[in-house]
């Protein structure tokens, strides 16, 4: 079981590089495409509303093979590693920005009515006055679609990224001994997934704390 485990811990550094490096990635593209289909112009919300659509519509793993074995093996070379943050940071975006175009809907329209009103240039009324309001419904959403993320990285192994399910796949081919790998590398994810559900739920109840002062 050590055995296992200790061979397995190899690749916790690729998993949580993989869905972290993907999440911060999809949490910086998501938000301007949110605003495109919150408040743009029609042109702008169709092309951001296509967009999120076409790439939740195609699996992960297929996006994976069109940025590994597609754009990454022509004149632009990736790696393992970049071309699975690439590929799970561009899915990751479109559903980040469906939560944070939730998130700004659920925000009162007397908020905004008020801020206008009070003369606050529109860049003001988003950073002082909508996205504080917005953080606290999308904080919970993002911390389950993370752990979502974490679960999906496994599929980064089919391209030879090195993380959990890589070694897990390799040592069951060494031993035949599938459901004692596999079951380590489970409990490993579930370890990984406990801090970010904890984070979450306390970073939810800090802010909560603080919007009600």
């Not at 811990?9 to 495409?33: D, E, H, K, R, Y």
Request: proline residues 5%; hydrophobic residues 55%; without cysteine.
């Amino acid at each position: 079981m050590l055995h296992y485990l200790s061979i397995l811990a190899n690749g916790i550094g690729q998993t949580v590089a993989i869905t972290v490096t993907s999440f911060v990635i999809g949490a910086v593209l998501g938000l301007p495409l949110a605003l495109m289909r919150y408040s743009g112009p029609l042109p702008l919300r169709l092309i951001g509303g296509a967009a999120v659509e076409t790439v939740r519509a195609i699996p992960p793993i297929v996006w994976l093979f069109i940025v590994f074995y597609g754009i990454g093996s022509g004149s632009v070379q990736l790696s393992t590693f970049e071309a699975a943050v690439i590929g799970l940071g561009i899915i990751a975006a479109a559903y980040l920005s469906e939560i944070y175009r939730a998130g700004l809907k659920a925000v009162a329209q007397g908020q905004w009515e008020a801020a206008q009103a009070l003369g606050l240039p529109r860049l003001a009324i988003y950073r002082k006055v909508i996205f504080p309001q917005m953080l606290g419904v999308v904080i919970p959403p993002s911390a389950t679609y993370g752990i979502g993320l974490l679960k999906d990285s496994a599929i980064a192994s089919v391209i030879g990224a090195t993380d959990i399910t890589f070694y897990a796949s390799q040592e069951t081919q060494a031993t035949l001994q599938g459901l004692s790998v596999f079951g380590i590398a489970a409990l490993l994810y579930i370890a990984l997934s406990i801090p970010i559900a904890a984070t979450s739920r306390i970073t939810d109840r800090k802010l909560t704390e603080r919007l009600a002062q």
